[in-house]
């Protein structure tokens, strides 16, 4: 079972970014999925995260209006639509995958971690 996080990279302020995680497996498409992210000497923390269906998401308050989370269940995969980027955004960003069906905002949901991507913004 993996997720496979990518997408990172070194952007200017104001710059968009487009995250992408591929799951291994087809039982994916029946999980929630999520986004989180640690930047450099901070604990990980909840960004956005979409239910099975793609119908319902939950985003942190310092992403909501710039960030927007979307799943392709076709192609087992999730995307993570990063706009108006700030230094602040600096992180490595993780998938996850939940126990359940319900985006959650809390880690302890969530069962499967890719490797995480590196997102850089420079100001």
């Known amino acids: 079972v993996q997720l496979q996080a990518s997408g990172g990279g070194l952007v200017q302020a104001g710059d968009s970014l487009r995250l992408s995680c591929a799951a291994s497996?087809?039982?994916?498409?029946?999980?929630?999925m999520g986004w989180f992210r640690q930047a450099p000497g901070k604990e990980r923390e909840f960004v956005a995260a979409i239910n099975w269906s793609g119908r319902s998401t939950e985003y942190a308050d310092s992403v909501k209006g710039r960030f927007t989370i979307s799943r392709d269940n076709a192609k087992i995969t999730v995307s993570l639509l990063m706009n108006s980027l700030k230094a602040e955004d600096t992180a490595v960003y993780y998938c996850a995958a939940a126990f359940g069906i319900v985006a959650r905002t809390s880690q302890d949901e969530y069962e499967y971690w890719g490797q995480g991507t590196q997102v850089t913004v420079s100001s």
């Open positions: 497996e087809p039982t994916f498409s029946m999980k929630a």
